[in-house]
Every structure is written in structure tokens, then in C-alpha cells.
């Protein structure tokens, strides 16, 4: 989950604006772990929390997966 949260903020530090893109690409990390199901993940408006087409302000990243039984959820904000 961290590395996926951590490739969106790397993404949109290298000027990524296309929140859905990044949506995909953390998906696609987290699907590379078997045992992992995705409940969600977000890009959204930092302080809104609307879900976002176009990063063109503060952004916060979440997600929540779910590994067996345990559901883990964490976010990072995109600056």
C-alpha cells in the first residue's frame, strides 16, 4: 500500500494531472500482490474529499485493501 501511495506523490510530483492515470497505476501495483483486494482507490480534493479528474490543487491519495481478513487503510497527500 505505501509503495502504491508512494508512486501516486511520485507521479504527481513529475507534473501527473490525470488523477484517473494515477488511479490505474496504484491499482495496478496493489493487483501484483495475490492475497490483496482492493476495496478502493481515491485521488481526491484535500479538503473537499470530491473525487478528483484533474489534480490542479492539494490532492490527498487513499486507499483501502483488504489482505485475508484485515482491511488496511492509509492516505498520503499529493504536493
Known sequence: MFKALTLARQLRKGGGKDAEKIRRQMT???QKELLARIDYVSIA???TLEEL???DG???ASLAVK???TRLIDNM???
Do not use: F, V, Y
Open 77 to 79: 497527500p499529493l504536493e
Open 45 to 47: 480534493d484535500a479538503e
Open 53 to 55: 479528474n484533474l489534480i
Open 67 to 69: 489482505i485475508g481478513k
Open 58 to 60: 492539494p490532492a490527498l
Open 28 to 30: 495496478s501495483l496493489i
